[in-house]
């Protein structure tokens, strides 16, 4: 019995697309096609793209517009140099977040004394609404946009392949993807979401929220179709 084959990935983050300067951006991503080139001649293409965060700058719809056309650019220029389009896997960061302001901002206020509040009684309420009841509409607002595209550029190229399956568990953001193929090992991809305590601009060193009860959803399926797993949680950066 042959050792199964290896994935491959191209793991990228911080895209910032849509931030200022975008001339400049589009200028490097040439120079990135380009040095591109000489590994997937060496090694092939990769069977995943991990996206881990600040794909978008400020978490618009024109920011995911935009992305779209450089992952259709990138996918385009991967498949006629190898013959295969890789899959993307996504999770956001705090970039993604679409930032309330004015009055809107004030509910969200709660998610500072989300963790050092524990025993506050509108931080109990929020807990059990979010993870009991399995209601985050208020953490969801956060990411309107980010969630209409993965439903419109994420979701529809992991259906209806052989051996790939997604899981979007309650939580926005969250995505599993396992994938079980011929002559490879089993595998998860865990993308959890810990930007969502991240509504407003400051210091996030040491503030992610990645409560257990955000991982619960995930573990059956990562346990049952994937002995051997990889874990991608989502680390913002510190400060933006």
């Known amino acids: 019995m042959r050792d199964p084959e290896p994935y491959r990935w191209l793991h990228l983050s911080d895209l910032h697309v849509g931030c200022k300067g975008e001339a400049l951006w589009w200028q490097m991503l040439d120079d990135f096609e380009r040095s591109l080139d000489p590994w997937l001649k060496k090694l092939g293409a990769p069977d995943l793209i991990l996206l881990t965060g600040d794909l978008a700058w400020s978490g618009t719809a024109s920011d995911y517009e935009r992305l779209d056309r450089f992952l259709e650019r990138l996918l385009q220029r991967i498949e006629t140099k190898t013959g295969h389009r890789p899959l993307l896997v996504p999770v956001p960061g705090n970039h993604d977040v679409q930032r309330p ?85 089993p595998l998860a991809i865990v993308g959890l979401n810990s930007a969502w305590s991240h509504y407003k601009g400051g210091d996030f060193t040491g503030k992610l929220l990645l409560p257990a009860e955000q991982s619960w959803p995930h573990c059956p399926i990562q346990l049952r179709a994937a002995p051997r797993s990889i874990s991608s949680a989502r680390s913002s950066a510190p400060s933006c």
């Open 101 to 185: 302001t004015g009055a809107d901002l004030r509910p969200y206020r709660i998610l500072d004394a989300y963790e050092p509040g524990a025993d506050d009684d509108d931080v109990k309420a929020l807990r059990q609404e979010i993870w009991e009841d399995r209601k985050p509409d208020f953490v969801a607002e956060l990411f309107t946009h980010y969630s209409h595209w993965l439903d419109r550029t994420i979701i529809p190229q992991l259906t209806g392949k052989p051996g790939v399956t997604p899981h979007r568990s309650f939580f926005p953001g969250d995505l599993t993807v396992t994938l079980d193929l011929p002559d490879r090992f």
